[in-house]
């Protein structure tokens, strides 16, 4: 992703089928604005074939599917595969800006922009992180999804907003 002058690179990270239904808009208006943006919409596959059923009705095709969902996969596999593949989208594309939805762990693996240090950048040399979140988190204290909550919006966003901010 190579930006025209004066335009943003725009990364939206996205795995499930409820992150692609909240970011959609996000990316249609994002598309509109290409004037401002190059977009580069990045699916890790997480939830497969709810997924593209979600992105299908939107007529949203991703740039990049990293296609991590394998049969009888676990949370550490999601991990992981996420967590690398996003740290080379990263490195490949290089964006000034990273938006992310949720606690889930496509979300949490969106750590690697925080963990892409590129120099020139925005604060701690790294792409800032937007993070829209839930007003209902409630949930299971002890779930996975909590956890990651605590750890990619809490700790790493430079900000978090509401799905319809």
Do not use: W
């Not at 990364?11 to 409820?18: A, D, F």
């Not at 939805?101 to 701690?124: I, V, W």
Request: hydrophobic share 40%.
């Amino acid at each position: 992703m190579s930006p025209q002058a004066g335009r943003r690179r725009l990364m939206i990270i996205l795995g499930t089928r409820p992150e692609a239904v909240k970011l959609a808009p996000v990316i249609l208006e994002a598309r509109r604005a290409a004037d401002q943006f190059d977009l580069l919409v990045v699916t890790t596959g997480q939830h497969g074939q709810m997924l593209d059923q979600v992105l299908g009705f939107f007529g949203i095709r991703p740039d990049v599917d990293l296609d991590i969902m394998s049969h009888d996969q676990d949370l550490c596999h999601v991990t992981t595969q996420a967590l690398n593949g996003l740290y080379g989208v990263m490195r490949d594309h290089r964006p000034d800006c990273v938006v992310v939805q949720g606690d889930t762990t496509t979300a949490f693996a969106a750590l690697a922009a925080f963990y892409h240090q590129t120099p020139g950048r925005s604060r701690r040399g790294r792409a800032p992180v937007a993070r829209p979140v839930s007003a209902f988190p409630g949930g299971d204290q002890s779930s996975a999804d909590h956890s990651h909550r605590l750890g990619d919006g809490d700790m790493t966003a430079d900000a978090c907003r509401a799905p319809t901010a």
